[in-house]
């Protein structure tokens, strides 16, 4: 290892111990090899256990999600934001974007206020998996969930996240607070690619998107 690196600023350390660390897809595909660290230096998203504090993807909430197909499993359709790594899950026969490869889709904020109501979709790794019908999912331990909602803490603080495990190229983690996955590219070789140049889908009825992943990435890159 490279022991003459500069440390990071100091604002950035304060930023990341006050917000959360940053995580980024396009950054986890560009750089290869196990181990995750932040732009202030600390390593993070260990798959030992131990918890991360990373920051909300302001981008992604304001603006909009881009995701990509992650993989097919227990009978539902799972993707995965190309930023921020939040996963999208529907059942395979009520999927609204089966035939997208790439596609936007704007954070619903009624669910935000008054809760997901979700159905159990699968167990798996201690975990029942419930999914809403605007595709948010939770991992939670207890079963006969109806509604979830987000606590007030991961709202204003972010989330703080454990290892689960890894599927399709990616590292999935959990919140400890909420429930909440998110799922970071591990392995980029795996790892579904956005597929840019296709045609988007647009967002879901219910909340219709007009927005392109070009101007996603334009702006994930301002
Ligand atoms: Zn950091
Ligand atoms: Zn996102
Ligand atoms: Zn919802
Ligand atoms: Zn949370």
Redesign the pocket.
Known sequence: MNTTTQPAPSWMRLSCRIWGHVVDNHVFRSTRGDRRRCRCGVDYLLKTGETTHVRH?L??FLR???YVRLTDRDGVHEYV??????PLAYPAAADPFANASLFAKKVRYACGLLGHRVTAIANRHGFVEYACHCGHSFLKHAADKRKIRHPLICFLTAHRIRFVEERAGYAEYVCEDCGHPFCFVADERVAERPSIGRTPACAGPSEPSTRTPGTASAASSA
Do not use: I, P, Q
């Open positions: 993807t981008s992604c909009h999600h881009t934001c190309v930023r921020c790594g939040h």
